[in-house]
């Protein structure tokens, strides 16, 4: 490449990466204010969720426009192709864990006020808090060119797999139990699917992750 060019490739790299960066600070916000909502029953705080989902959307679409101008315009090879790749993927992964704390939010509003009676609402904050942690740790990574972190984050899926299956016996027992229930508590187990969602998506981040920075991808049950 000339030197212009080679310039105007960096530039453009830098410009995808600081796109995903900023979907990923919204989407690792979202997370959090979805459960804030859900555990303080705030339905405003719920809508603002929802209605910010369309940041993330929209980002989306310019990393896609941008990524294929890159590609089409600067003929990247190698590692450079790669990178433009993993941020193309990446992005579409970023944009799930996105929807899926709109559907946080969305499932927050049908649940009913006596939602605090319910013991699984104590573990679905600690399991939020594990799989936020992970999107961060994951985008930590993508920045960074961390294969290491980005193998830690895949270990981590664990945690998050163990909570769900905690909530999921809690909540089956408690709808047995008390029927009059079911409704709220399948709502409550639809937020825990979410999370475990939001989980195997960082993992998904973090295998290529690590393939961008190595240009292998993990392998299986390496953590």
Known sequence: MQEHTVKAFDEDITRLRGLIAEMGGLAEAAIQEAMDALIQGDDELAKKVV??????????????????????????????????????????????????????????????????????????????????????DVLTAYAARDAELAREVIATDEKVDAFYNSIFRNLVSHMVENPSTISSAAQLLFVARNLERIGDHATNVAEMVHFAATGNYPPDGDA
């Open 51 to 136: 209605k910010g989902d369309k940041k993330i959307d929209a980002l989306e679409s310019e990393v896609d426009k941008l990524a294929v101008r890159i590609i089409a315009l600067r003929a990247p090879m190698a590692d450079d192709l790669r990178e433009v790749i993993a941020a193309l993927k990446i992005a579409g992964v970023v944009e799930r864990i996105g929807d899926y704390s709109k559907n946080i939010a969305k499932a927050s509003k049908e649940i009913g006020p006596n939602r605090k009676k319910f013991e699984p609402l104590t573990l679905l904050p600690a399991m939020a808090e594990v799989a936020g942690e992970m999107v961060h």
